[in-house]
């Protein structure tokens, strides 16, 4: 994640320009690689994280007898 971020910010300025197909594997590779980072990161959190709703139901139910 941190390569492709930094590989979005600072592109390597040698190389081929625009209609070039491997401009253009360049940027799609990166940009892809970078989103699915960042909805890995976020599904994850809305996953696995308990939220206060759900400590307030439990709460509510009371100790088990």
Do not use: E
């Not at 599904?43 to 308990?50: G, I, K, P, V, Y």
């Amino acid at each position: 994640m941190v390569l492709s971020t930094q590989a979005l910010i600072s592109p390597a300025l040698t190389g081929p320009d625009f209609p070039h197909v491997n401009f253009l594997f360049f940027w799609r590779s990166h940009l892809l690689l970078t989103v699915a980072a960042l909805l890995a990161t976020v599904w994850a959190l809305m996953t696995f994280l308990t939220g206060w709703h759900d400590a307030r139901a439990s709460d509510r139910a009371g100790p088990r007898r």
